[in-house]
């Protein structure tokens, strides 16, 4: 008799088995990873902007401003001789739109903030232009390098969390978990 090196009908079936199994249970859970990539990625660009507009702010000498409503946010410029805000022209500040499933919420010098929600680019602009004419910006970013005092939350409808928070002193920090406040 001689010895065959191969492998049998029953062993090759197990395999395929073992393999689609974890092939099912990488496909299910995609959808939750894709999310989580979109949030984190959402949270990091928002602290980045901030980061833009502060330097925007000490380099240009100028006062630069964020308003944020539960699902956008846009910076603005206080033009010194119309006394007025603009909205920002720079690209990187320019006005950015949440992904579906995504909110803010903002808090300022310890104060909840109530914001709106704002679906459309009309009723952006309407707010927009009601916004400059009678509030100016949530958050200010000085030429100084001070900032408002602010902690803009982060979250989805899958009960993810994050937070971009000023000590009021120019630097930004991203929190992970909420504060014991929020219980």
Same mark, same amino acid.
């Given at each position: 008799?001689?010895?065959?090196?191969? #492998?049998?009908?029953?062993?090759?079936?197990?395999?395929?088995?073992?393999?689609?199994?974890?092939?099912?249970?990488?496909?299910?859970?995609?959808?939750? #990873?894709?999310?989580?990539?979109?949030?984190?990625?959402?949270?990091?660009?928002?602290?980045?902007?901030?980061?833009?507009?502060?330097?925007?702010?000490?380099?240009?000498?100028?006062?630069? %401003?964020?308003?944020?409503?539960?699902?956008?946010?846009? #910076?603005?410029? #206080?033009?010194?001789?119309?006394?007025?805000?603009?909205?920002?022209?720079?690209?990187?500040?320019?006005?950015?739109?949440?992904?579906?499933?995504?909110?803010?919420?903002?808090?300022?010098? %310890?104060?909840?903030?109530?914001?709106?929600?704002?679906?459309?680019?009309?009723?952006?602009?309407?707010?927009?232009?009601?916004?400059?004419?009678?509030?100016?910006?949530?958050?200010?970013?000085?030429?100084?390098?001070?900032?408002?005092?602010?902690?803009?939350?982060?979250?989805?409808?899958?009960?993810?969390?994050?937070?971009?928070?000023?000590?009021?002193?120019?630097?930004?920090?991203?929190?992970?978990?909420?504060?014991?406040?929020?219980?």
């Amino acid at each position: 008799m001689a010895n065959r090196a191969g #492998f049998t009908l029953i062993e090759i079936l197990v395999v395929l088995f073992i393999v689609s199994l974890l092939t099912g249970l990488v496909v299910a859970n995609l959808p939750a #990873f894709v999310t989580t990539s979109d949030y984190e990625e959402e949270a990091q660009r928002l602290k980045f902007t901030l980061e833009q507009g502060l330097e925007k702010a000490q380099i240009d000498a100028v006062e630069v %401003g964020l308003r944020v409503d539960e699902g956008n946010y846009s #910076f603005w410029v #206080f033009d010194e001789p119309t006394q007025d805000w603009l909205p920002a022209i720079d690209r990187a500040l320019g006005a950015h739109g949440l992904v579906d499933g995504l909110s803010l919420r903002l808090t300022t010098e %310890g104060e909840p903030m109530t914001l709106k929600r704002i679906d459309t680019e009309v009723e952006r602009e309407a707010n927009s232009d009601s916004q400059q004419e009678t509030k100016g910006p949530k958050i200010l970013l000085l030429s100084s390098g001070e900032t408002t005092v602010f902690e803009l939350e982060l979250y989805s409808d899958q009960n993810f969390w994050m937070s971009v928070t000023s000590d009021g002193f120019g630097s930004f920090e991203m929190n992970y978990e909420p504060s014991l406040a929020d219980d």
